[in-house]
């Protein structure tokens, strides 16, 4: 049986990718912070491990014992929508827990490519494509990003990922999941995936249920023909037009 390391478990979407794993019988370690409220049913789940430390204050030899033995590591992790959530510390919470994972899953050399999932934004381009957009959508873009500091942590977080472990790397395979606006729905709906956003995120967005991305980050980690689609990849993710 494969065991899943969730980072993030504890938020809107992460609850979401946890319970779709849990749904396919699947091992899930959890780490969420300590003051963090999770779901009842995951105290008396027998497959589910949780971790109650804030990710920021991690050292390494910490990290390397959480994901030593899984096979996958998913970030759902973001910043509270809240005035210190979004202009307190960490400023760099996305892309330094990412740095940490990395760091850490190299420590242990694992003998199979751990799988590594980042739910990341339509916000923030992927710049091994050319992705297009229009001078408006660029300085409103930079705008949020000067002013707005999870935009930048996301930026960095999917750059490291791109830049930093790249395409051949002995341990590690990525993809990078990018919602558009999020909203929230009971139950999985259909949904379209794209290589690059097919609307603007400023002018006009799309829309992406949690449900939906927890089920398909939860997809890439147990599906090896969907994995191989699209590792090394920033997919886009839309809930499909009614």
């Given at each position: 049986?494969?065991?899943?390391?969730?980072?993030?478990?504890?938020?809107?979407?992460?609850k979401?990718?946890?319970?779709?794993?849990?749904?396919?019988?699947?091992?899930?370690?959890?780490?969420?912070?300590?003051?963090?409220?999770?779901?009842?049913?995951?105290?008396?789940?027998?497959?589910?491990?949780?971790?109650?430390?804030?990710?920021?204050?991690?050292?390494?030899?910490?990290?390397?014992?959480?994901?030593?033995?899984?096979?996958?590591?998913?970030?759902?992790?973001?910043?509270?929508?809240?005035?210190?959530?979004?202009?307190?510390?960490?400023?760099?919470?996305?892309?330094?827990?990412?740095?940490?994972?990395?760091?850490?899953?190299?420590e242990?050399?694992?003998?199979?490519?751990?799988?590594?999932?980042l739910?990341?934004?339509?916000?923030?381009?992927?710049?091994d494509?050319?992705?297009?957009?229009?001078?408006?959508?660029?300085?409103?873009?930079?705008?949020?990003?000067?002013?707005?500091?999870?935009l930048?942590?996301?930026?960095?977080?999917?750059?490291?990922?791109?830049?930093?472990?790249?395409?051949?790397?002995?341990?590690?395979?990525?993809?990078a999941v990018?919602?558009?606006?999020?909203?929230?729905?009971?139950?999985?709906?259909?949904?379209?995936l794209?290589?690059?956003?097919?609307?603007?995120?400023?002018?006009?967005?799309?829309?992406?249920?949690?449900?939906?991305?927890?089920?398909?980050?939860?997809?890439?980690?147990?599906?090896?023909?969907?994995?191989?689609?699209?590792?090394?990849?920033?997919?886009?993710?839309?809930?499909k037009?009614?």
């Open positions: 049986m494969m065991t899943t390391l969730v980072v993030g478990a504890s938020g809107a979407t992460g979401r990718l946890v319970e779709q794993l849990l749904n396919r019988g699947q091992n899930v370690r959890v780490i969420v912070r300590p003051s963090s409220k999770i779901p009842d049913t995951w105290e008396n789940n027998d497959k589910i491990s949780i971790i109650k430390a804030g990710i920021s204050e991690m050292g390494l030899e910490e990290m390397v014992g959480y994901v030593k033995g899984c096979h996958g590591i998913a970030s759902c992790l973001g910043h509270n929508l809240t005035l210190k959530g979004v202009f307190g510390k960490p400023r760099r919470l996305v892309a330094g827990a990412v740095t940490l994972l990395c760091a850490a899953i190299k242990c050399s694992p003998d199979e490519p751990v799988r590594f999932v739910m990341n934004t339509v916000g923030n381009r992927n710049r494509l050319n992705e297009p957009v229009s001078i408006g959508h660029r300085l409103i873009l930079a705008l949020i990003r000067l002013l707005v500091p999870p930048p942590d996301n930026e960095k977080a999917a750059d490291f990922l791109r830049l930093k472990i790249g395409q051949k790397n002995a341990w590690i395979e990525w993809v990018r919602p558009d606006t999020l909203i929230d729905q009971d139950r999985v709906t259909e949904y379209e794209y290589a690059s956003p097919t609307r603007s995120a400023i002018f006009n967005p799309g829309k992406t249920s949690r449900v939906n991305v927890g089920h398909f980050m939860a997809r890439l980690l147990l599906e090896n023909d969907l994995w191989a689609q699209w590792k090394g990849q920033m997919p886009v993710i839309y809930n037009a009614d």
